[in-house]
């Protein structure tokens, strides 16, 4: 018996014209045409009769501008295309197209020049999408941001504006087609733009790399004018594109109203300056003078009333005193006279200041310090004001008897200041705001301590204009311990006014 093996049949080879044919002939998505060198339609797949409406022997021979709008036609568009894809090899397009039964739709045009081996040109190749719901979404978009009160611009992680809304061009005074073909940071003012931008980033700021938050800063109108603006921006994914979307919102009227506002704060400070320490100062001396006649022969009860009366005042002369100096460490109006100092004579002369004040509350107050003078480079009269807040603080949250405890440390090029207290401590809720202007502590065991609010601001203002730091951590056994470090010789501070802060 003699096996015979059957050998497949071979399916005939299919020329590359051939297949290129049937692979046109199977997209069904896009149109797909070829034109002669003056644009008449020599072939077209069924994608193109399907997305145009006309067979295929209706069509050809017939010049490729029957799809345009008849104002794109008067505008000579098809032969200005065709004009550029033989200057450059390709020309792309988005616009209105018509099909046979006349209705448009939303085009996305390739058209490629086609040329043989030497080079001639001998037609063109086509290539049309349908972009109509893209489009029919973007108008729904655009029609969205429309309603949005603030100017809103989308922009591309290159920087160039995308999308923009009519409220954008009356805030930045440009035309839709001018911002359309601008970098974003050419509507920052020239103070908050990177000196060279990067074609990789969304802003030339760091803030404005990230996936969102909210700017204020100044941006800039076509005709130069600056104004304030807080812009708020988040991502924004369109059709699978990463975007960022920002809206622009003019705050003038906020930064006026602001500044108003700290006019009428410095007129006030003025008043309470001129208006009321002096006359204060003058009712508190008054009273301490009675006071200090024991043999006035005033009754024992308007004794007591006097010692109230003038408790207060003084109280009253403290506030004005902490409110004007806030105001000066903030506006920078405070002048730092540096000259080399001896901190240990300056923390005796401080402790004895507030002697009175402690002992009235049963609270002594020891000084632990390196033998010998303790120098820096400082100003005297913020280093009093610095000690003095620090100790009468814990001498109003000492219980009668205890110590408050004020130790002086030098060294690495620092001088370190503590304060420490044995009061019932700073509650957990109140710590973030310790440091804060009118803050003050409130519980069972802290009661009302009195004090203005202002001294732990104060320190913090001054210790950081003199280059310092200042801290605080519940000391072992209960209370608090504040530290103060200072450089021993700082570079400079800041200030203009020559009165001092009282």
Known sequence: MTATIATPKQDPVVPSSERFKLLVECVKDYAILILDENGHVSSWNPGAERLNGYSEQEIVGQHFSRFYTPEDIAAGKPEYELETATAFGRVEDEGWRLRKDGSRFWANVVITA???????????????????????????????????PDAVLIVNPAGDIVIVNSQAEKLFGYSRDELLSMKVWLLLSPKFRDPQPSEDSFFALPQMRATRGRLELRVRRKGGSEFPAEISFAPL??????????????????????????????????????????????????????????????????????KIAHGNCQRLVRLVNDILAIEKAESGRVVYVLKALDLRAIAEQTIEANRELAESGGVTVRLEAPPGPCELHADSDRMIQILTNLISNAVRFSPPGEEVVVKLAKSDGHVQISVRDHGPGIPESFKPRIFSKFAQADGPELGSKGGTGLGLAIVKQIVTMLGGTVSFADAPGGGTIFVVELPDRPGSAQGSERSEVA
């Open 114 to 148: 086609l040329r043989d081996h030497t080079g001639r040109l001998c037609g063109f190749g086509k290539v049309v999408r349908d972009m109509t719901e893209r489009k029919q979404a973007e108008r729904r978009f655009q029609a969205l941001l429309e309603l949005a």
């Open 237 to 306: 994914d369109l059709e699978g594109e990463h975007l960022i979307s920002g809206a622009v919102r003019d705050i003038s009227e906020r930064v006026e109203e602001v500044e108003r506002n700290e006019r009428i704060k410095d007129e006030l400070v003025s008043t309470v300056s001129h208006e009321l320490r002096t006359p204060l100062t003058a009712i508190s001396g008054a009273m301490a003078l009675l006071l200090g006649k024991h043999d006035s022969g005033l009754p024992e009860a308007s004794i007591r009333l006097l």
